[in-house]
């Protein structure tokens, strides 16, 4: 019973940054593990970034190979939201961004299946 939404996103120049908001309520995410997944035209939905919690305050930060170095995940637990700090943004970044939110341990951070709750998404554009 938790809702998910997207903002922040829009178009911006290639080399250039985004930050991507996910707010959730009706409960405190705070023990949930969360995820940014991406989905371009045509392609499947694929994982971005997750923070696993593991206990308290301690989360630990994933990435996919494509944005690691470049995309930055954390959350603000006061707020009840996460965030996706987007850098050195790229054409192929291009993508509609969804968080995702389970309070189930995860099998495989990566995989759709693997969350109960989704953000309606938010559009990035990257323009070259």
């Known amino acids: 019973q938790v809702q998910l939404v997207e903002s922040g996103g829009g178009l911006v120049q290639a080399g250039g940054s985004l930050r991507l908001s996910c707010a959730a309520s009706?409960?405190?995410?705070?023990?949930?593990?969360m995820s940014w997944f991406r989905q371009a035209p045509g392609k499947e939905r694929e994982f971005v970034a997750a923070?696993?919690?593991?206990?308290?305050?301690?989360?630990?930060?994933d990435y996919a190979d494509s944005v690691k170095g470049r995309f930055f995940i954390s959350r603000d637990d006061p707020k009840n939201t996460m965030w996706l700090q987007m850098n050195s943004l790229k054409p192929e970044d291009t993508a509609v961004y969804h968080c995702?939110?389970?309070?189930?341990?995860?099998?495989?951070?990566?995989?759709?299946?693997?969350?109960?709750?989704w953000g309606q998404g938010t559009q990035v554009t990257v323009s070259s």
């Open positions: 009706g409960r405190t995410i705070s023990s949930y593990n």
């Open positions: 923070l696993r919690w593991s206990g308290g305050s301690t989360y630990y930060a």
């Open positions: 995702a939110a389970t309070q189930r341990a995860y099998s495989d951070y990566t995989l759709r299946p693997s969350y109960d709750y």
